[in-house]
């Protein structure tokens, strides 16, 4: 059996499908995690810090 479904990313470990690793969830669209950290504009923009300079360290691009 094939399987074209595409499998949900987590938000919160860029580049890593979601397990699902917490109690409860089923994705990161019931993620208590993923809630918390998009709810909080600190913490949301740390998250983009963390994911662009993860993207560019994987390209090899300095920052
Ligand atoms: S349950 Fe939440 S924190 Fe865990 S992998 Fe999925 S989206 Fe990421």
Request: with cysteine; aromatic share 4%; glycine share 10%.
């Amino acid at each position: 059996m094939s399987s074209n479904a595409a499998v949900p990313q987590c938000p919160l470990r860029p580049g890593q499908a979601c397990t699902p690793c917490l109690p409860g969830a089923t994705g990161p669209q019931d993620c208590g995690a993923v809630y918390l950290v998009f709810s909080d504009p600190d913490l949301r923009a740390e998250l983009h810090r963390r994911t662009i300079a993860g993207r560019e360290n994987r390209r090899g691009v300095r920052v």
